[in-house]
């Protein structure tokens, strides 16, 4: 339904970025202040802070392991418990580098990203870094909508829901969150 069932505020120095969650616990991100925060998550009492250097912008769940993007070209494969760099990954189309990679989703044997600033969502195969896959969101919204948002509302939000096989879509201040299928070969 989208009716939020619950709520927790940050301090208004901290920038919320991606979060990841596990059976346990719940990992979230900050864009500038180069905080990983874990909270317990029946309680959402904070467990623990872990400090990064660079910028978080966002965090997926693999299995026992995060992916996070700060930005660039390259994704961060990170331990869970202790926050370090397990790997990092390039991430590139026809050889070249693809920057700005913002929110992330973990599904299967792929990572997928939105390229903040437009429309095009990419899966990368999470062992080589090579775009897979080119995926257009440039129709969820209807002009009528894209004329009410600002420049930077745009595409920034993927979720993998994995009983029913599809994603839901959304993007900054967007009026809408779409469940689509990805019909991928």
């Not at 339904?1 to 979230?28: K, N, W, Y």
């Not at 990679?101 to 973990?106: M, P, Q, V």
Request: aromatic share 10%; glycine share 8%.
């Amino acid at each position: 339904t989208g009716e939020i069932l619950r709520q927790q505020s940050l301090s208004p120095s901290l920038f919320a970025e991606g979060v990841a969650s596990f059976s346990d616990v719940l990992i979230q991100i900050t864009w500038k202040e180069g905080r990983a925060m874990v909270y317990d998550r029946s309680s959402w009492k904070l467990l623990h802070l872990f400090l990064y250097s660079g910028e978080g912008w966002g965090l997926c769940r693999d299995g026992d392991t995060l992916w996070m993007s700060n930005g660039s070209a390259t994704l961060t494969q990170r331990d869970r418990h202790t926050f370090a760099i397990l790997k990092t990954l390039r991430v590139t189309l026809n050889n070249k580098p693809v920057a700005r990679l913002n929110d992330l989703e973990c599904c299967k044997d792929y990572l997928y990203a939105n390229v903040w600033l437009t429309d095009w969502i990419i899966r990368i195969d999470k062992d080589s870094g090579i775009v897979t896959a080119l995926i257009d969101a440039s129709s969820l919204l209807s002009p009528e909508d894209k004329a009410c948002l600002g420049p930077e509302e745009v595409l920034n939000g993927i979720a993998f829901h994995p009983q029913r096989g599809t994603f839901f879509l959304t993007g900054k201040n967007w009026p809408w969150i779409f469940e689509v299928r990805l019909a991928l070969r």
